[in-house]
């Protein structure tokens, strides 16, 4: 205990023994001494024993707002308006309105007050007389006598008026009303708060008073990072995937060759989404052959005429200029490709389960669901003769360990997956079916060119990170969760993500 606090205990102490109770707010006014002093001193108190009871409040209280305060110092307007004028000629009314502040405010209320009166000075022009020799400040003086007072109810017409003139305002106060305990004493013997090695040796702790340990009470709180809700979401699917026997795909390049990213995916040359006004082209460089060429010709055959994967293609001349652009990728399927591709070129094809979660960018206007980069969930399996049921036991098993257990699925087109299907689930909260993903077989004009064996099928599934952390945080929008305009005090405040497995 310090000794400011030690010197507010004892008088606290001293003013009990001399009243049966005695309120923490209004004896701080009146010993002058700041209120949260007075409370830490009752707190102390309390250690020592049964020495007070104390019983905790909550009261209203009307404080002075600035305004307030101005007029405990010089006056109320009206008060400071009556002393302007002149006792004996009067004064006129603009040159009176120019001395005073809030002078409207304060004309007005001298006037209902009975206070001044307007009338024809001598020169016949008008001026404002006094029509009192004496006034009382009845404003100022109340809210003098406001300073420390919790109970309003004698001042209940008064203190609507002041309020309204925004000379006061309402607080919560939270205070202490003080009683005698059991072994109330005056004298304070100071507690020990710890047992050191001088007291065990010389015995003196045999005769000392302790202080008892609070097991309740909290550390100071730790400075540490906090994790952003999209990576405490992330982290959770991560290990949805590892716990299925997934591997992670490398993700760590944000610039792919459009080969990559659309023609290896039998996504012809001519489709929307390769467009300048879904796509982001870099300028620096602007080509870059980073793909096998031997592989580039089996593209093109398929693109072309369908290869000999038994379809006709698209029946357009491919041109390897165009697979050549570099774009920000616009999904991380481009990844996929390159993992099945190294997998068509071992000697035995051995059966894989890969999935990525990184960021992708589409040139897409800005809206409260919309940005131009997010982030793309994405698992596949490859494996012999899977099937569209293999497809839709996947999905049921890694969505009911997001906690997800009702799905219906809808028929869709991809431009690289026969067939394909929208993933639905029934949100409780909306009371409808919401879309959480999409996903379908991959085609053979795909797979075939890569050396896959005909007989071996790839299934796989998407979504966004986004939409299931905007969910689980309650954010409808994502401004709120990505970009400039984030509040960093919600990724502090943030509890951590557990998915109801």
Known sequence: ??????????????????????????????????????????????????????????????????EGQDVVSNGSYEARLWGEVDAIQGTLQQELMNKVPNSTIGFNKAMACGWICIGKGIDGELRVFRKVESI???????????????????????????????????SVIKHYVVTKGSQFTVDIDRLESELTSEMIQSGTWKSMRFKAYNFDAQGPPIDSGHLHPLMKVRAE??????????????????????????????Q???????????????????????????????????????????SIGYKYNWRIEEAEKNILRTHTTAISARMLYHLGQQKTFTPAKYFS???????????????????????????????????????????????????????????????SMEVFSYHSGLKKWVEVGNSGVFRPEMLVPMGLPKDVCVIAWGLSLERPTMIKYGIDNIRDLVGHKVNLQMVCNNPLCRLEK
């Open 357 to 419: 979660i990184d960021r992708v960018f589409r040139n897409e206007a800005v809206d409260a669901t919309h940005l131009a980069e997010f982030h793309q969930i994405e698992g596949l399996v490859a494996d012999y003769n899977l099937t569209l049921g293999d497809l839709m036991g996947s999905l049921h098993n890694f969505f009911s360990k997001m906690g997800i257990t009702t799905l219906r699925f809808k028929p869709a087109y991809n431009p690289y997956t026969e067939p």
């Open 268 to 310: 012809p040359q001519q489709h929307p989404a390769r467009d300048c006004h879904d796509t982001f082209f870099l300028k620096d460089p602007m080509y870059s052959r980073d793909f096998p060429l031997d592989f580039a010709e089996k593209v093109k055959a398929v693109h072309e005429n369908g290869g000999d994967t038994g």
């Open 237 to 266: 699917i991560r290990e949805i995937f590892l716990e299925m026997g997934f591997t992670e795909m490398p993700t760590n390049n944000f610039v792919e060759s459009s080969f990559w990213n659309f023609d290896a995916l039998f």
């Open 136 to 170: 009382t400040d009845t404003t100022r003086v109340l809210l003098c006598q406001l300073s420390g007072v919790l109970n309003d109810t004698a001042y209940a017409e008064q203190l609507k008026e002041l309020k309204k003139r925004k000379l006061i305002d309402k």
């Open 1 to 66: 205990m310090s000794n400011f606090t030690e010197e507010a205990a004892s008088r606290i102490l001293k003013c009990l023994a001399e009243e049966s109770s005695v309120n923490s707010y209004e004896f701080s006014h009146r010993a002058n001494i700041d209120h949260q002093v007075i409370v830490g001193a009752i707190k102390s108190l309390l250690v020592l024993g049964e020495v007070i009871d104390a019983q905790q409040l909550q009261t209203d209280n009307w404080e002075l707002t600035v």
